[in-house]
T-cell receptor, first 113, second 111 residues
């Protein structure tokens, strides 16, 4: 158990819909990262937050947005969903920035029908 | 384009054989991390290398960081079925504060 929690575990929705994925980092970690992993693919970095502020941005679509709240939990919002958005979404946390070990949550499996 | 390249994409070995995966960047890296993802699981941190030419060992695993800090390798001696999974490298680009995961090497070990 990494100490990072993600909800929900599974999510099935239809094209055009909007969903919110939630992540609670390990106690004491200030950075939260979001990744997308399509079937048998690598990890695509989406975005990083540090202590409530956006720190780094990867290949995140305009239909996707994220935020980190004062209690350091984070949410990833995916809107106007397309079939191709079906993937495993991981959240990871680290104590500080990108030079630190990242602890990954169990992931949320999103299926868009 | 892909900032951190990893090869091979797949590797099938017989139990007891050695295995190596390579990670290459066109840009100098501040550090490199290695992660392992078991089938159906999430990535788990293995190690971080920071110094030029650094070599670290964890039991049967040997990690190297190149002298120019642009490449790295993970070598597993005498693989076991428990080594099955995908191995990812992840590097922070020096002076850019950007972090990239390699595409991963999927290792299958036949008993």
């Amino acid at each position: 158990d990494s100490g990072v929690t993600q909800t929900p575990k599974h999510l099935i929705t239809a094209t055009g819909q909007r969903v919110t994925l939630r992540c609670s980092p390990r106690s004491g970690d200030l950075s939260v990262y979001w990744y997308q992993q399509s079937l048998d693919q690598g990890l695509q970095f989406l975005i990083q937050y540090y202590n409530g502020e956006e720190r780094a941005k990867g290949n995140i679509l305009e239909r996707f947005s994220a935020q980190q709240f004062p209690d350091l939990h984070s949410e990833l919002n995916l809107s106007s969903l397309e079939l191709g958005d079906s993937a495993l979404y991981f959240c990871a946390s680290s104590y500080q920035g990108q030079g630190n070990e990242q602890f990954f949550g169990p992931g949320t499996r999103l299926t868009v029908l | 384009g892909q900032q951190v390249m990893q090869i091979p994409q797949y590797q099938h070995v017989q139990e007891g054989e050695d295995f190596t995966t390579y990670c290459n960047s066109s840009t100098t890296l501040s550090n490199i991390q290695w992660y392992k993802q078991r089938p159906g699981g999430h990535p788990v941190f293995l190690i971080q290398l920071v110094k030029s030419g650094e070599v670290k060992k964890q039991k049967r695993l040997t990690f190297q960081f190149g002298e120019a800090k642009k490449n790295s390798s993970l070598h597993i001696t005498a693989t076991q079925t428990t080594d099955v999974g995908t191995y990812f490298c992840a590097g922070t680009l020096y002076n850019f504060n950007k972090f990239y995961f390699g595409s991963g090497t999927k290792l299958n070990v036949k008993p």
